[in-house]
């Protein structure tokens, strides 16, 4: 039980700090921030695997190392160069169809790792690329060349509709009313939504919501056979 409780607290904590260190920290990490989490991930497991040393000599670093990176982070928005420091310049890698070699030397990125971060991105030519730049994550950005682009409806002069965000209704069976609130829409309204789909009761609803265009898309249990997925208002 002992170790149960002290995992459940370092749990706690840890979820806690990383959570306090914003969304950067839990999506593409900088150099500086995959040290950090490295560093958390190391001095979180002390106590846990020895139970004679103390939260103290845990969560005391890592509430150091959360205040130093969240320190480095507001200091970096007001300097250029602090943050050039900290994180490194994006580096373009192919310009024009053509692999710059002295950056790929630079950066040790081979040519090998380079192909499979195109493929990655649905490229197999790079003679169709018009910019790759490995940026400072470790991920590659790539511009097509006009030309290999997707053509778009304004290319075609093709007028459209705006498209806002869905509007999410019901998750998981749970009816999400502060969504129908602010869409002006009534509990016995999504009723009858989903009893045009063949549906009773929205538990057994996975995902329901209302587009901009007023067509409620449903999603049903497996077990449910819908009549209809789109319905108009």
């Given at each position: 039980m002992n170790h149960f409780l002290r995992t459940l607290w370092m749990y706690a904590f840890v979820f806690f700090v990383v959570r306090?260190?914003?969304?950067?920290?839990?999506?593409?990490?900088?150099?500086?921030?995959?040290?950090?989490?490295?560093?958390?991930?190391?001095?979180?497991?002390?106590?846990?695997?020895?139970?004679?040393?103390?939260?103290?000599?845990?969560?005391?670093?890592?509430?150091?190392?959360?205040?130093?990176?969240?320190?480095?982070?507001?200091?970096?928005?007001?300097?250029?160069?602090?943050?050039?420091l900290i994180d490194g310049?994006?580096?373009?890698?192919?310009?024009?169809?053509?692999?710059?070699?002295?950056?790929?030397?630079?950066?040790?990125?081979?040519?090998?790792?380079?192909?499979?971060?195109?493929?990655?991105?649905?490229?197999?030519d790079i003679s169709e690329v018009e910019y790759a730049i490995l940026e400072c994550s470790g991920q590659l950005s790539v511009i097509k060349k006009s030309q290999h682009r997707p053509v778009t409806p304004q290319d075609l002069g093709i007028e459209t509709k705006y498209e806002g965000m869905p509007v999410p209704l019901i998750l998981d069976g749970e009816v999400l009313f502060s969504n129908l609130?602010?869409?002006?829409?009534?509990y016995q309204w999504l009723l009858g939504q989903l009893n045009q789909h063949g549906i009773t009761t929205p538990k057994d609803v996975?995902?329901?919501?209302?587009?901009?265009?007023?067509?409620?898309?449903?999603?049903?249990?497996?077990?449910?056979?819908?009549?209809?997925?789109?319905?108009?208002?």
């Open positions: 306090l260190m914003g969304k950067r920290e839990v999506g593409q990490l900088s150099p500086f921030d995959f040290v950090v989490a490295i560093m958390i991930a190391e001095l979180a497991a002390l106590p846990l695997e020895d139970t004679s040393i103390t939260f103290s000599h845990a969560l005391i670093p890592i509430a150091t190392l959360a205040a130093i990176e969240m320190g480095f982070s507001y200091v970096s928005l007001k300097s250029n160069w602090l943050r050039n310049d994006p580096a373009v890698v192919v310009r024009n169809g053509q692999i710059l070699d002295t950056n790929l030397r630079k950066l040790r990125y081979n040519v090998n790792d380079l192909l499979a971060q195109l493929r990655q991105k649905d490229v197999a609130d602010k869409a002006n829409l009534t996975i995902y329901a919501s209302l587009n901009s265009q007023g067509e409620v898309y449903v999603s049903p249990r497996e077990d449910i056979k819908p009549v209809d997925i789109y319905d108009n208002i």
